[in-house]
């Protein structure tokens, strides 16, 4: 429920842990955009979108506005291109890292490989461009399979370990 997602990112502030949010879809953004502001409270410290997500939260046709609106939620924006990258916009600057070539053949699950794969790097000390490159290659590679999951917990870690950046 809302109040539930709302109660956790006030927990999660108060003792000091980063909050991340995905909009997910873009039918989150046309018919739960109330539920999705009180969960995105003051703001978050990353939140992750596609560009039309993006777009469709600003009401806009241009990209530049979007950002400009999401960047003031998310403290780092990473805005997802498809195969052309990442807009990535932190305060300290706006830069868009390139995708990685795939035979996209079933997107299910890209936006939450990207998210996911860019929070471990993250976590791992990565500064948010080279954890967008590593959620470009992790997305490129789910995209190109049927599923939105790999195999089993192996074939993440393999994924892992045949990144080279």
Known sequence: STAAAVL??????????????????TSMVEFCR???????????DCLFC??????????TDRLDIAVAELKDIGRELYVTLGANGC?????????????VAAKAVDTTGAGDMFAGACLYARMQDADPADATRFANYSAANIVSRYGARLENA????????????
């Open 87 to 99: 807009r990535v916009i932190t305060r300290d600057g706006d830069r868009e890292v390139a995708g």
């Open 34 to 44: 109330e539920g999705l502001e009180a969960m995105l409270g003051n703001g978050v």
């Open 154 to 165: 192996d074939a993440y870690q393999q994924l892992k370990a045949a990144y080279i950046p």
């Open 8 to 25: 956790c990112r006030e927990t999660a502030e108060a003792a000091g842990v980063k909050t991340c949010i995905s909009i997910s879809d």
């Open 50 to 59: 596609n560009e039309i997500e993006a777009l469709g939260w600003a009401g």
